[in-house]
């Protein structure tokens, strides 16, 4: 089946619920079985002020009305319909006397209006379709509910005291415009922060453009943040926008901005203090509404400490800061996160479990995590792949995270495969550098597996390295 007869498929499954008032009740009866057959679900009033009370009380997604009615007539329930149900179509029913009338109720907010006596084919096929509409409606309500479960607050995940605070932060800078910088591991989850920030904003029906600087060579860096014209470097066949652009009246997210070469912070500060940029290859400028959220998962300050990051361009970035912390300092969440991944995991695959042992639950929480939520959830993933019983337990795990002796062994011991028993207490580059080799191994020597296992650039993976490589130089003088 194709995306688009899924599509029509589920909005088909959508019941449309109708709302008949009339003060004819043989003809409301009739209106009733006639929609009834065609699979609607049909309540009826037999008088105004009866329709009236179930529209304020109740929810429909049509309402046939009769224009002409004693006490409360057809234009007051129209009103009434679209103070209370605005989501709802009015479908109005007039005699051939009333011409006027209906004119006025469709510019009064009426879908249409059927002239007494009704065919019913005629009736049938306005309630088609003003169905496909109130369908369509519901559907996108349904969508954008599920992105503010997903992107919204409550996908930031965590009953620790850390995410407590997180949130109620968030919450406080969302309403704003106000540039953030998000600090954490790789791994922590900083985009789908991001991502909660512009979902909860007033930009939430803009654009959100994400890009990773790190995963991009400096030489296209610039025309990828302003784009270009043609013509304005070797290789420029034609004019291109810029995430810059693309963005506009949105949220633009940099990832890993740490990376960014020193040329191009330069005219980031400039654009993030003028609200202009101009595409390479021409000095026109354009005026630009974009906010700007940006993530690293280094130490910047350290960073301009050394000169390697301009302090200006920190200082506008830092706005407000987020820190998140590493899943080894908030292993409370990490039995929630676990069952939030296996759920949505179950789902997404089609196979159910019966639930994760108390073993590898231990097993788990001992484990430090190194990738962080990223980890977690590629683990989880795993657990649910590979299980065939039911119950997701120790042979299940992947390698580094089964306790020592393995799944016989004592799971309230952490693994010596994943360096924590040894690595307590040492300085964090001694950590990061057997984590970063241990990748490697891994990986055969491919630094592009490597470096998509710890969540980081091959550029950042390939500066560590070569740093390694000075060191071991120093060494062995």
Same mark, same amino acid.
């Given at each position: 089946?194709?995306?688009?007869?899924?599509?029509?498929?589920?909005?088909?499954?959508?019941?449309?619920?109708?709302?008949?008032?009339?003060?004819?009740?043989?003809? #409301?009866?009739? @209106?009733?079985?006639?929609? /009834?057959?065609?699979?609607?679900?049909?309540?009826?009033?037999?008088?105004? %002020?009866?329709?009236?009370?179930?529209?304020?009380?109740?929810?429909?997604?049509?309402?046939?009305?009769?224009?002409?009615?004693?006490?409360?007539?057809?234009?007051?329930?129209?009103?009434?319909?679209?103070?209370?149900?605005?989501? !709802?179509?009015?479908?109005?029913?007039?005699?051939?006397?009333?011409?006027?009338? #209906?004119?006025?109720?469709?510019?009064?907010? #009426?879908?249409?209006?059927?002239?007494?006596?009704?065919?019913?084919?005629?009736?049938?096929? !306005?309630?088609?379709? #003003?169905?496909?509409?109130?369908?369509?409606?519901?559907?996108?309500?349904?969508?954008?509910?599920?992105?503010?479960?997903?992107?919204?607050? %409550?996908? @930031?995940?965590?009953?620790?005291?850390?995410?407590?605070?997180?949130?109620?932060?968030?919450?406080?800078?969302?309403?704003?415009?106000?540039?953030?910088?998000?600090?954490?591991?790789?791994?922590?989850?900083? %985009?789908?922060?991001?991502?909660?920030?512009?979902?909860?904003?007033?930009?939430?029906?803009?654009?959100?453009?994400?890009?990773? +600087?790190?995963?991009?060579?400096?030489?296209?860096?610039?025309?990828?943040?302003?784009?270009?014209?043609?013509?304005?470097?070797?290789?420029?066949?034609?004019?291109?926008?810029?995430?810059?652009?693309?963005?506009?009246?949105?949220?633009?997210?940099?990832?890993?901005?740490?990376?960014?070469?020193?040329?191009?912070? +330069?005219?980031?500060?400039?654009?993030?203090?003028?609200?202009?940029? *101009?595409?390479?290859?021409?000095?026109?400028?354009?005026?630009?509404?974009?906010?700007?959220?940006?993530?690293?998962?280094?130490?910047?300050?350290?960073?301009?400490?050394?000169?390697?990051?301009?302090?200006?361009? =920190?200082?506008?970035?830092?706005?407000?800061?987020?820190?998140?912390?590493?899943?080894?300092?908030?292993?409370?969440?990490?039995?929630?996160?676990?069952?939030?991944?296996?759920?949505?995991?179950?789902?997404? =695959?089609?196979?159910? =479990?019966?639930?994760?042992?108390?073993?590898?639950?231990? !097993?788990?929480?001992? =484990?430090?995590?190194?990738?962080?939520?990223?980890?977690?959830?590629?683990?989880?993933?795993?657990?649910?792949?590979?299980?065939?019983?039911?119950?997701?337990?120790?042979?299940?795990?992947?390698?580094?995270?089964?306790? @020592?002796?393995?799944?016989?062994?004592?799971?309230?011991?952490?693994?010596?495969?994943?360096?924590?028993?040894?690595? +307590?207490?040492?300085?964090? *580059?001694?950590? /990061?550098?057997?984590? +970063?080799?241990?990748?490697?191994?891994?990986?055969?020597?491919?630094?592009?597996? !490597?470096?998509?296992?710890?969540?980081?650039?091959?550029?950042?993976?390939?500066?560590?390295?070569?740093?390694?490589?000075?060191?071991?130089?120093?060494?062995?003088?």
């Amino acid at each position: 089946m194709s995306s688009k007869d899924t599509k029509d498929t589920d909005l088909e499954s959508i019941v449309i619920r109708v709302l008949i008032i009339d003060d004819d009740e043989a003809h #409301a009866q009739a @209106v009733a079985e006639s929609l /009834e057959r065609v699979g609607c679900e049909c309540k009826i009033a037999t008088s105004g %002020e009866q329709g009236a009370k179930l529209i304020e009380r109740e929810t429909a997604d049509i309402v046939i009305t009769d224009l002409r009615m004693d006490g409360v007539d057809g234009l007051s329930i129209l009103r009434t319909a679209k103070e209370e149900l605005p989501d !709802a179509e009015v479908i109005v029913l007039t005699g051939h006397g009333s011409i006027n009338s #209906a004119v006025t109720a469709m510019q009064l907010g #009426a879908y249409t209006y059927l002239t007494k006596p009704l065919d019913i084919s005629e009736l049938r096929n !306005a309630v088609e379709k #003003a169905s496909t509409r109130v369908r369509l409606m519901r559907r996108n309500a349904e969508l954008h509910r599920r992105l503010d479960e997903k992107f919204g607050f %409550e996908g @930031v995940i965590g009953n620790t005291p850390q995410m407590h605070q997180i949130v109620e932060k968030l919450k406080n800078v969302a309403t704003t415009n106000s540039t953030v910088l998000i600090e954490g591991e790789s791994g922590t989850g900083k %985009e789908l922060v991001a991502r909660a920030i512009h979902q909860n904003s007033e930009r939430k029906s803009k654009p959100f453009v994400p890009l990773n +600087i790190s995963a991009l060579p400096d030489s296209i860096l610039e025309s990828e943040l302003f784009g270009h014209e043609q013509g304005a470097f070797t290789g420029a066949v034609g004019k291109r926008i810029g995430k810059f652009e693309h963005a506009n009246g949105g949220t633009l997210f940099l990832d890993e901005v740490g990376e960014m070469p020193m040329q191009t912070q +330069i005219k980031l500060l400039r654009v993030l203090e003028d609200r202009k940029i *101009a595409r390479l290859g021409t000095n026109e400028e354009i005026s630009l509404n974009v906010r700007l959220v940006a993530a690293t998962n280094a130490d910047l300050l350290e960073m301009v400490k050394q000169g390697t990051f301009r302090q200006d361009l =920190y200082y506008r970035l830092s706005v407000v800061k987020i820190e998140l912390p590493p899943l080894r300092e908030r292993r409370g969440d990490i039995p929630l996160l676990t069952d939030h991944f296996l759920k949505e995991l179950s789902s997404q =695959y089609d196979k159910p =479990y019966e639930g994760v042992s108390r073993a590898a639950r231990r !097993a788990l929480m001992a =484990y430090d995590w190194p990738g962080n939520i990223r980890q977690l959830r590629n683990a989880a993933e795993r657990m649910l792949v590979l299980d065939t019983d039911g119950i997701l337990d120790l042979d299940d795990l992947p390698e580094e995270i089964v306790p @020592v002796g393995g799944p016989d062994g004592d799971s309230s011991y952490t693994s010596d495969r994943s360096g924590a028993d040894f690595l +307590i207490g040492r300085p964090f *580059a001694e950590v /990061e550098r057997y984590y +970063i080799e241990r990748a490697l191994d891994l990986a055969d020597g491919k630094r592009e597996e !490597a470096a998509k296992m710890l969540g980081i650039g091959e550029r950042t993976l390939y500066r560590k390295l070569k740093e390694y490589q000075k060191q071991k130089e120093e060494q062995s003088k």
